[in-house]
């Protein structure tokens, strides 16, 4: 069964340096999303992706993140200059829109922890 | 601010009983409501899902109930088995939305054999 991938499981980093998150979505999926999910508390939606730019973003989605698709297989969440506040677990999800409601599929997620 | 309320936190629930997740909303312009089940250590699963023109919707063991005048939906498990054993997320999509998703803040369930 295809499935979404998520690499590496665990990412330690020091703060203010800059960390890449990286995903495989789901091969004939179209849409892209990434979500974070501080410890012990809900889901919550960072970005959209879509036909290589950005449909949707959260307030918490600043100037310190940005999405890329580098090819045609990878998508990207990178934080530019991270903070101990961005420490939780990173998930990407993809969807083929199927009869519109983008049914999305997530990943098992990266855990960023800042130090 | 849309939110989507859901409880209870935790639940425990005996093997063959019944589990209930009860979620709410304000936004009346949401049309899409999933329910996720998500083990330690892994990533959200879609479980089940329903939009707002049918009032239930039912897939095995786990049924949606979806009251629209309330703005309630519900995830009921029956014959509850150990490995249902899981934290459910609630969650809803706003019309016209890119998919952005708002999850409640999740149902630790516990079933015990």
């Known amino acids: 069964e295809p499935e979404v991938t998520q690499t590496p499981s665990h990412q330690v980093t020091q703060m203010g340096q800059e960390v890449i998150l990286r995903c495989v979505p789901i091969s004939n999926h179209l849409y892209f999303y990434w979500y974070r999910q501080i410890l012990g508390q809900k889901v919550e939606f960072l970005v959209s992706?879509?036909?290589?730019?950005?449909?949707?973003k959260s307030e918490i989605f600043d100037d310190q993140f940005s999405v890329e698709r580098p090819d045609g297989s990878n998508f990207t969440l990178k934080i530019r200059s991270t903070k101990l506040e961005d420490s939780a677990m990173y998930f990407c999800?993809?969807?083929?829109?199927?009869?519109?409601?983008?049914?999305?599929?997530f990943g098992p997620g990266t855990r960023l922890t800042v130090l | 601010q849309q939110q989507v309320k859901q409880s209870p936190q935790s639940l425990i629930v005996q093997k063959g009983g019944i589990s209930i997740i009860n979620c709410a909303y304000e936004?009346?312009?949401?049309?899409?409501f999933p329910w996720y089940q998500q083990f330690p250590g892994k990533g959200p699963a879609l479980l089940i899902a329903?939009?707002?023109?049918?009032s239930e919707k039912k897939e095995g063991r786990f049924t949606i109930s979806f009251n629209k005048s309330a703005k309630q939906f519900s995830l009921h498990i029956m014959d509850s088995q150990p490995g249902d054993s899981a934290t459910y997320f609630c969650?809803?999509?706003?019309?016209?939305?890119?998919?952005?998703?708002?999850f409640g803040k999740g149902t630790k369930l516990s079933v015990k054999p």
């Open positions: 329903i939009r707002p023109d049918v």
């Open positions: 969650a809803a999509r706003a019309t016209g939305s890119q998919g952005n998703l708002i």
């Open positions: 992706f879509y036909n290589n730019e950005i449909s949707e």
């Open positions: 936004n009346t312009a949401f049309d899409y």
């Open positions: 999800a993809s969807s083929d829109d199927l009869a519109g409601y983008n049914e999305q599929f």
